[in-house]
């Protein structure tokens, strides 16, 4: 058998290592974020199709739908699906500027104390995750306190 | 290569769906800052009905429907495929998801074409 041929190596963790395998960053605590995010958005896309879909029913089915949004456990349902999707889209710029080689530095010699492109990121990464915060903050005034 | 293409579609979308949700948030979540009527009244079935028969929100909601459900579910793939399947399951899970997007994309195109072709008064 040829020694070089590429050798499988399983996801034996599955899912959870997603939460945790060893000294995981920040930023792969926002990966974590974005999938939860991005599961909880298409679900809340798939039931939106359906749910507005009630339109076929007449005016009275819809009406009735409208009232049952408008009560206070879908105004906190309504807020976290925001918060979630503020985030997702404010993580998805970071990884977006990422994927095009923005913000990394340039590429250099590996001298001890290494700096990571990570680390050279990461300055990014607050200052997004704090925009996503005060985001989602006035976006909760606005619903709570109108 | 099928592979890139799928994944710079799923990165290719994204302004699409900024534009677009956007749009959809203007219309009906900004309808105070926008348009001038409270959100209840941009939610009313009359005005509901009155929009979807233009067909710029016929566009709009197709497109958006189109995008949104190929950045989710692609992205649903890539997290569901990076658990420890089987080539067989992993088959299954792409077949099922596809099958899947396009029920829905059919489903949501339905409606949006009942709302567009609804007729007042009849």
């Known amino acids: ?9 399983p996801n034996r963790l599955g ?5 945790y395998a060893g000294r995981y960053t920040f930023e792969r605590y926002l990966y974590l974020g974005h999938r939860l995010s991005g599961m909880g958005l298409i679900a809340y896309m798939v039931l939106h199709i359906i749910e507005t879909a009630n339109r076929m029913r007449g005016v ?23 918060a979630a999707a503020v985030f997702h889209a404010m993580n998805g710029v970071r990884l977006l500027l990422t994927e095009l080689g923005f913000f990394l530095g340039k590429p250099k010699e590996p001298v ?16 997004i995750m704090a925009l996503a ?14 | ?24 948030f203007a219309i009906i979540h900004y309808a105070p800052v926008f348009y001038g009527m409270s959100v209840e009244e941009a939610r009313s079935f009359e005005v509901m009905i009155e929009r979807g028969r233009s067909i ?3 566009v709009l909601y197709i497109l958006l429907l189109a995008a ?10 890539g997290i569901i495929r990076e658990l420890p399947l089987t080539p067989a399951l992993a088959k299954l899970v792409d077949v099922g998801i596809v099958l899947f997007g396009l029920f829905i994309f059919g489903f949501g195109t339905y409606v949006t074409w009942w709302t567009f072709s609804f007729k007042i008064g009849g």
Not at chain 1, 1 to 9: A, G, L, R, W
Not at chain 1, 15 to 19: H, Q, S, T
Not at chain 1, 115 to 121: L, N
């Open chain 1, 1 to 9: 058998m040829n020694s070089n041929s590429p050798k499988s190596y």
């Open chain 1, 60 to 82: 009275e089915a819809w009406q009735g739908l409208m009232a049952l949004f408008a009560s206070p456990p879908f105004k906190v349902v309504e807020y976290l699906l925001f």
């Open chain 1, 133 to 146: 915060g005060l985001i989602i903050i006035l976006g909760g005034s606005s619903l709570f306190f109108p």
């Open chain 2, 68 to 77: 949104g459900l190929y950045h989710g579910l692609y992205g649903l793939r």
């Open chain 1, 15 to 19: 899912l959870k290592g997603w939460v």
């Open chain 2, 1 to 24: 290569m099928r592979e890139t293409r799928l994944w710079s579609l799923h990165l290719l979308v994204i302004p699409i769906i900024v534009v677009l949700l956007g749009t959809h």
């Open chain 2, 56 to 58: 710029a929100q016929f």
């Open chain 1, 112 to 127: 001890y104390p290494y700096s990571s492109s990570v680390m050279r990121h990461r300055p990014l990464t607050y200052v």
